[in-house]
Nanobody, 123 residues
């Protein structure tokens, strides 16, 4: 079992930045791909960013590419999502997830999920 706890969400003005953290406990995530997904009210959950277990490969959705950066510190069992130049359309609950695969962008590939952290971007 892997327990994931997200933190760092909050209210920010458009153009601002936030850094989300995802702390894992239970089993190590060092051999797992990690991803961030988000779900806005009335919308389906969507992929945001993913990082391979080595940290050597990253993937981003087109909507966040160039603004968000995913990273990981396997020694701390933690994954981060640096979000810059935030837009109102980034408003959502952000979820961290762990996958047994070495890399993945589809939610069905992830078997452990956190409870989410709210990010609200005001215009």
């Amino acid at each position: 079992q892997v327990q994931l706890v997200e933190s760092g969400g909050g209210l920010v003005q458009a153009g601002g930045s936030l850094r989300l953290s995802c702390a894992a406990s239970g089993r190590t995530i060092s051999r797992r791909a990690m991803g961030w997904f988000r779900q806005a009210p009335g919308k389906e959950r969507e992929f945001v960013a993913a990082i391979s277990w080595t940290g050597g490969s990253t993937d981003y959705s087109d909507s966040v590419k160039g603004r968000f950066t995913i990273s990981r510190d396997n020694a701390k069992n933690t994954v981060y999502l640096q979000m810059n130049r935030l837009k109102p359309e980034d408003t959502a609950v952000y979820y961290c997830a762990a996958s047994p695969a070495s890399r993945g962008t589809e939610s069905r590939m992830y078997d452990f999920w956190g409870q989410g952290t709210q990010v609200t971007v005001s215009s």
